[in-house]
């Protein structure tokens, strides 16, 4: 079954302690990015990658780093979490940017709270 | 920049005809998708527009004026299930991949 998939779903943390949240997709596309969810404020996105050791920042990267050794992996890592960054968190998958019909598929998301 | 506007919320009965609208301000317009979102789980797509016109799947219908910077998500035969939110998103030129999203409309259906 093609999918993406989260892990974990849900955290609990505290500020500082640092973590890492982990995207995988099999559906060998190319193009991966991480949202954030707030009420209100809509989905926003964090990071993206257009392909291996290609990544690049989008609209709210601070306090988060990604990495892309692999195709089907990209982890999100914050180094020392904050209250503010408590959210829900999407990653995403497409084969090709959005500049082409391209659908994103979105993994069933990681709510993480910091306390 | 880019600026995507939709309502917060709206409501609707069992059956009925509902349209969603979204207007955006962009600096470069490739297409434009919509994505229904329900509580607590991920976006997926419905639908896809590049060209000006009317775009029909099924029960889903979407509109785009790419002079206008308008949009519009049509839903016949209302259903309970369609109660979620729906949110409209601008693809950017090719060579840059941030695609900017609407913050939502949260739909509810009533009987």
């Known amino acids: 079954e093609a999918q993406v998939t989260q892990n974990p779903r849900y955290l609990i943390t505290v500020t500082g302690k640092k973590l890492t949240v982990t995207c995988s997709q099999n559906m060998n596309h190319e193009y991966m990015s991480w949202y954030r969810q707030d009420p209100g404020l809509g989905l926003r996105q964090i990071y993206y990658s257009m392909n291996v050791e290609v990544t690049d920042k989008g609209d709210v990267p601070e306090g988060y780093k990604v990495s892309r050794k692999e195709k089907r992996n990209f982890p999100l890592i914050l180094e020392s979490p904050s209250p503010n960054q408590t959210s829900l968190y999407f990653c995403a998958s497409s084969s090709g940017g959005p500049g082409s019909y391209n659908e994103q598929f979105f993994g069933p998301g990681t709510r993480l709270t910091v306390l | 920049g880019q600026n995507i506007d939709q309502p917060t919320e709206m409501t609707a009965t069992e059956g009925a005809i509902v349209q969603i609208n979204c207007t955006y301000q962009?600096?470069?317009?490739?297409?434009l998708f919509w994505y229904q979102q329900h509580a607590g789980e991920a976006p997926t797509f419905l639908s896809y527009?590049?060209?000006?016109g009317l775009e029909e799947k099924g029960r889903f219908s979407s509109f785009l004026s790419r002079s206008k910077g308008y949009s519009y998500l049509l839903l016949k035969e209302l259903q309970m299930k369609d109660s979620a939110s729906y949110l409209c998103?601008?693809?950017?030129?090719?060579?840059?991949?941030?695609?900017?999203f609407g913050r939502g409309t949260s739909l509810i259906v009533h009987p």
């Open positions: 527009n590049v060209l000006d």
């Open positions: 998103a601008v693809s950017p030129p090719g060579g840059s991949y941030i695609p900017t």
């Open positions: 962009t600096s470069g317009f490739n297409g």
